[in-house]
């Protein structure tokens, strides 16, 4: 009696054990054929006469191959497709070739000359596909049971788009299915952000924050609808390629793992209604692995690798993030930003020394007086946060902020500002507090607006006709390093004073196009703030980060008091 097992009497020997046979995560796999069976009828009829079958792997059954996809963990869990074979190759042709560019005797240092190098391994094969029994019997008036996609329906049409969808050419919906997955999960990690907050502590800020780092999400209903829209107008065109990593598995003895780099199809046979019954696919590859079956090759190995680098960079920006937000806590729960009207302001007293709101309406610069005082007006916005006490010499600042950086944490932290001033007219603000109010009262509702007010406030009060425009100043810094964030007496993002003469600055202008020239206004004004700031650590995609945020003040102010705000932030996680 023969022995069943070995590599002699059972192709795919040993498969079993490789979790090649039967796998969990398979995706699409073509029809089972009709035509051929799988055993060698005459042996198995002789071996039936003699009474001696040999169980399940007798030397009269064909073991034919497959193609299927190879998994990529740091893409996420993609299906995986199979496309079986009807026919083994009938001939393989398989070149290795070295890489002159990169081996070059002449030029090489002999020390070199037996240092293995990667060679380049080019493999083509002919694969034949036959559905002429299926498409026959679903023309008999068959009841199948199957879709208009089946074997029967399509032909061998059927086995190209599995084969297609292993190799990545073509479109298909199971294709950009698995494609935009795959992308999606991808896109998520490098350019994904949830979008975290970081409110004013006052329980009624409505946080509208659309932050330029936090618009691109792979999942937006508009980005899909056009994916979907790309698919229904290209859905079975064979015009694409876009190379999967794949497995090929001729049988236990002849494993290939690479990426296909060229198809031709001929179709050598039609039904009376052109459907393409017979064909004959013409496959090139580039091989990275060509040898015995085994569960992992080189070309695994990357993949699982790259998973784990990955893996392992979310950890460290995991930790990141909690440094941060800690530092956070203490450094920039509390920021205080305005103007002076000083040429050279303190940080510190600026708010001693703050421009009135009806100086900060004017459009030009120029010499006014206040009180006993001349001076020459100039724009100086002062922000700074509260917490940092700046020293002489690195290293001594109380700066939770700074320390991160001296570490060499990656993240980027940034402020973005915005204020307007709102009058009844012109520059001049309304007579009474309370008309200023009723105002408000009619853009926003009644509330404590000094605790955060909705950005439908700016909207109303635009489109108003009862308030005009009289003054509007913004700008941003953002800083990713020591230097840009500042230490010891050195300004940066955490205390700053942006100077310049009227619109000379183009991170400070005033936009007012109804201030007059030179002349102070007066009376009562609505003034709104916006402050958005972010704190980010680089590379954080897929878990807990700090926030990014925007909050909105409303204040009234006469003409005479100082024009700056104060916000307490209170920051906190939440799940990306």
């Not at 509007?472 to 500042?486: D, I, L, N, T």
Request: charged letters at 20%; glycine letters at 8%.
């Amino acid at each position: 009696m023969p022995n069943t097992d070995g590599y002699r009497n059972n192709g795919l020997f040993g498969v079993d054990q490789l979790a090649e046979a039967d796998r969990t995560d398979q995706g699409i796999y073509n029809d089972k054929f009709l035509y051929p069976t799988s055993s060698i009828r005459f042996l198995e009829a002789q071996d039936a006469l003699n009474g001696t079958a040999t169980g399940i792997y007798p030397p009269y059954h064909i073991q034919r191959g497959y193609i299927r996809n190879l998994q990529q963990p740091s893409l996420g869990a993609t299906p995986i497709n199979k496309c079986h074979f009807q026919f083994n190759p009938q001939d393989i042709r398989q070149s290795v070739q070295m890489r002159e560019d990169m081996y070059l005797a002449v030029l090489q240092d002999p020390a070199q000359l037996a240092q293995p190098i990667g060679a380049q391994m080019n493999f083509q094969f002919d694969l034949l596909f036959d559905r002429q029994m299926e498409v026959a019997r679903g023309e008999g008036g068959v009841d199948t049971g199957g879709s208009t996609t089946t074997a029967d329906q399509i032909g061998v049409l059927a086995d190209l788009q599995v084969l297609y969808s292993v190799i990545g050419q073509g479109l298909s919906k199971n294709m950009i299915d698995s494609q935009l997955k795959a992308i999606q999960n991808n896109a998520t990690r490098v350019y994904g952000n949830a979008n975290p907050t970081a409110q004013a502590d006052t329980g009624t800020t409505t946080d509208t924050t659309t932050p330029p780092a936090a618009t691109f999400s792979a999942y937006d209903p508009a980005s899909v609808q056009n994916a979907n829209e790309f698919q229904s107008m290209n859905d079975g065109n064979a015009a694409f390629l876009m190379p999967n990593p794949v497995r090929l598995m001729f049988s236990t003895l002849f494993m290939l793992d690479g990426f296909v780099t060229a198809t031709n199809v001929d179709f050598l046979k039609f039904s009376t209604k052109m459907v393409p019954v017979t064909c004959k696919v013409s496959v090139s590859m580039m091989a990275v692995y060509i040898g015995f079956a085994r569960k992992d090759t080189f070309l695994t190995h990357q993949f699982a690798a790259a998973a784990d680098a990955e893996a392992a960079a979310i950890k460290e920006d995991a930790e990141g993030s909690k440094e941060l937000i800690a530092a956070l806590k203490t450094t920039a729960n509390s920021i205080t930003f305005g103007f002076a009207r000083d040429r050279n302001p303190s940080i510190d007293n600026f708010t001693n020394n703050s421009t009135p709101v009806g100086y900060a309406v004017l459009k030009n610069s120029g010499t006014y007086q206040d009180g006993t005082e001349s001076f020459n007006y100039i724009d100086n916005f002062v922000l700074r946060f509260d917490n940092v006490k700046p020293k002489k010499g690195d290293g001594l600042d109380t700066d939770d902020i700074l320390k991160l950086y001296e570490n060499d944490t990656q993240f980027t932290i940034g402020t973005t500002w915005q204020c307007k001033i709102y009058g009844a007219s012109g520059v001049t603000g309304w007579s009474t507090k309370s008309a200023a109010t009723a105002e408000l009262v009619k853009a926003v509702g009644i509330g404590d607006y000094t605790k955060g007010v909705s950005e439908n406030l700016l909207t109303n009060l635009d489109n108003s006709d009862n308030t005009s425009l009289a003054g509007y100043y913004q700008g941003s810094k953002s800083a990713s390093s020591k230097s840009e964030w500042g230490s010891g007496e050195k300004d940066g993002v955490r205390r700053f004073v942006v100077k310049g003469e009227r619109g000379s600055k183009p991170e400070l202008t005033n936009g007012a196009g109804a201030a007059k020239n030179n002349v102070a206004g007066s009376g009562y004004y609505i003034v709104v703030w916006q402050l958005e700031v972010s704190a980010t650590v680089s590379g954080l995609q897929d878990h807990k980060r700090p926030a990014i945020s925007t909050q909105y003040i409303a204040q009234i102010r006469n003409a005479t008091e100082p024009l700056y705000v104060k916000y307490n932030l209170n920051w906190t996680e939440s799940e990306g």
